[in-house]
T-cell receptor, first 114, second 115 residues
Framework: NAGVTQTPKFRILKIGQSMTLQCTQDMNHNYMYWYRQDPGMGLKLIYY???????DKGEVPNGYNVSRSTTEDFPLRLELAAPSQTSVYFC?????????????FGPGTRLTVT | GENVEQHPSTLSVQEGDSAVIKCTYS??????FPWYKQELGKGPQLIID?????GEKKDQRIAVTLNKTAKHFSLHITETQPEDSAVYFC??????????????FGKGTKLTVNP
């Protein structure tokens, strides 16, 4: 199993541009998550999904959108990039809910908005 | 809101010494406390976790203790090795308004083990 994969690894965006961060898992996990990690800070939850077709907001959802059309994929969309969205983004997945099953993390996408 | 405080932010030890990282949490309903290790350029990886009905858990050189009354939990690494050098994050579950659980993370501790 490849686990959780993310693309791209790095990206530089200009203010106002849009992009989609891709996340795929091959572990048949029901739950998927998007986190952002700012320098010197812990991870903050952006959005999560409990299964295909179901998504919900996390702690910091403003400026982002997600979709979950398949069990495997959970893309994160930035519509109008802002400097405040400069961060490292991590996708994670788990078989069961938070608190019951381990979350497996992808390698991250480092995004810079200038 | 609910938060998790983690100390210290940096920790430097000599190879073979022990390292201790401490976290406190605010939500008395928290019942699951994982610890993650993040190596440079990689995603976090779970190394050990503990649930609220247990006071201590060990896995080889790593142990975690939980004091629910005081709302704090700690990671203990014994006989440290250079490959233990990484950033360590603690986390705790909280219950959202919708009734689901989510993880709240500490800010991390950068551990350096000097050979």
């Amino acid at each position: 199993n490849a686990g959780v994969t993310q693309t791209p690894k790095f990206r530089i965006l200009k203010i106002g541009q849009s992009m989609t961060l891709q996340c795929t898992q091959d572990m048949n996990h029901n739950y998927m998550y998007w986190y952002r990690q700012d320098p010197g800070m812990g991870l903050k939850l952006i959005y999560y999904s409990v299964g295909a077709g179901i998504t919900d907001k996390g702690e910091v959802p403003n400026g982002y959108n997600v979709s979950r059309s398949t069990t495997e994929d959970f893309p994160l969309r930035l519509e109008l990039a802002a400097p405040s969205q400069t961060s490292v983004y991590f996708c994670a997945s788990s078989y069961g809910p938070t608190g019951r099953d381990e979350q497996y993390f992808g390698p991250g996408t480092r995004l810079t908005v200038t | 809101g609910e938060n998790v405080e983690q100390h210290p932010s940096t920790l430097s030890v000599q190879e073979g010494d022990s390292a201790v990282i401490k976290c406190t949490y605010s939500d008395s309903a928290s019942n699951y406390f994982p610890w993650y290790k993040q190596e440079l350029g990689k995603g976090p990886q779970l190394i050990i976790d503990i649930r609220s009905n247990v006071g201590e858990k060990k896995d080889q050189r790593i142990a975690v203790t939980l004091n629910k009354t005081a709302k704090h939990f700690s990671l203990h690494i014994t006989e440290t090795q250079p490959e233990d050098s990484a950033v360590y994050f603690c986390a705790a579950t909280i219950i959202t308004q919708g009734g689901s659980e989510k993880l709240v993370f500490g800010k991390g501790t950068k551990l350096t083990v000097n050979p």
